[in-house]
């Protein structure tokens, strides 16, 4: 069945017309967990609203651009190796994929890419490739922003909102950093889900070997941040849709450890908003807004902004479950708000066509 055949609707609070045409950049669909992942539920809603989806990896997509001979037209398209999907909350069961097809993601009303860091070169180009495309298939969050605002710099740009924070190569600055605050926390630039994050105590004698194992094996700089005490009664998860905080959630961390990443046993929990998560969001939000990062989420301990996450967001089933919220919905109605004007209008029916004789002729 082509994922194009069903009835125009429209969706959502939007003017959209149509079924959109929606492409999904992700890691295997084979191995996400249903019940914590975001882009399943962003699937799911899609699939709800009439929305067509086909999945891809970012190792499925080519570039071909140029000439095919002499005078001729120059030509470009981005595909990928796809797949037309359908999705399902059954454990084991959660996806079913049509015949496998090179799909051009020019033709796409929609890429959503949600690719997993770490961001590195793979991860870049991939921004590169889908700057082809949008903004006339609309892809989200928009990849030049993703790729000028990762996670761990974004946040740079806000320095009354953040915690004290160093980011360098030079072991005498972290040496030096670690002398003024004594409790500090030392993670790697473009890591995620809390691998590789260390809290190092005034007491603790290993920092000098962490650094050379490090600068060992990387070229990349680290993060250091003064330690928060206040993580201890969690890592604030705030989602915000086009610049609008409209759902949190509190992550604590597991005994003994530091890290309060849900990946490494962090407990959610409920979570309302403060004066002071209002306030760091009010201060962030227009910056997101001008940039086209529809989905972000932001980390906060205490009264302090430490990240932004723009390539890959996660938290909304979670809060889903603790205030009955869907996320999802209010990402989609962002997307079709933005697509519905570059849509061409469903041409309503020649007169007499359906009706009466003539639908009895036919």
């Known amino acids: 069945m082509d994922p194009l055949e069903t009835d125009p609707v429209r969706m959502g609070d939007s003017d959209v017309v149509r079924p959109l045409k929606v492409a999904v950049q992700m890691d295997p669909i084979e191995s996400i967990n249903i019940d914590g992942d975001s882009t399943f539920a962003l699937m799911l809603e899609a699939q709800a609203r009439g ?14 651009e140029g000439i095919q001979r002499q005078g001729a037209q120059r030509e470009e398209r981005l595909v990928a190796r796809a797949r037309p999907v359908r999705v399902e909350r059954k454990r084991g069961a959660h996806y079913n994929f049509e015949a496998e097809t090179v799909l051009d993601l020019g033709s796409m009303d929609v890429v959503l890419m949600r690719q997993d860091p770490p961001f590195d070169m793979a991860y870049i180009t991939a921004t590169h490739l889908l700057e082809h495309i949008h903004p006339k298939t609309l892809v989200v969050n928009d990849p030049a922003s993703v790729r000028n605002a990762p996670e761990k710099l974004l946040v740079t740009h806000f320095p009354d909102l953040m915690p004290p924070t160093l980011i360098t190569w030079d072991v005498d600055a972290i040496r030096g950093f670690r002398t003024e605050f004594g409790d500090i926390i030392v993670k790697p630039l473009f890591g995620n889900g809390g691998a590789g994050v260390f809290r190092i105590k005034p007491d603790d004698e290993n920092l000098a070997s962490l650094l050379e194992m490090h600068f060992a094996r990387s070229r990349e700089p680290l993060m250091i941040q003064r330690y928060e005490p206040a993580v201890r009664q969690g890592d604030k998860r705030i989602i915000l849709i086009d610049g609008e905080p409209l759902g949190s959630i509190n992550r604590v961390p597991a005994a003994g450890e530091s890290r309060s990443n849900m990946h490494v046993g962090g407990r959610p929990e409920k979570s309302g908003l403060t004066p002071r998560d209002r ?8 910056t997101l807004r001008a940039q086209g990062l529809i989905f972000v989420g932001i980390d906060v301990i205490g009264d302090y902004l430490t990240e932004i996450n723009v ?6 089933q979670e809060i889903a479950r603790f205030d009955g919220v869907h996320l999802e919905q209010a990402i989609w109605d962002s997307i079709e708000a933005k697509v519905a004007p570059s849509l061409e209008p469903v041409p309503p029916p020649l007169a007499g066509v359906g009706q009466g004789e003539g639908a009895r002729q036919r």
């Open 51 to 64: 929305h067509a989806l086909w999945h891809y990896e970012v190792r499925h997509m080519a570039l071909r």
């Open 311 to 316: 390539t890959s967001p996660t938290g909304i």
């Open 279 to 286: 306030e760091i969001c009010a201060a962030i939000g227009p």
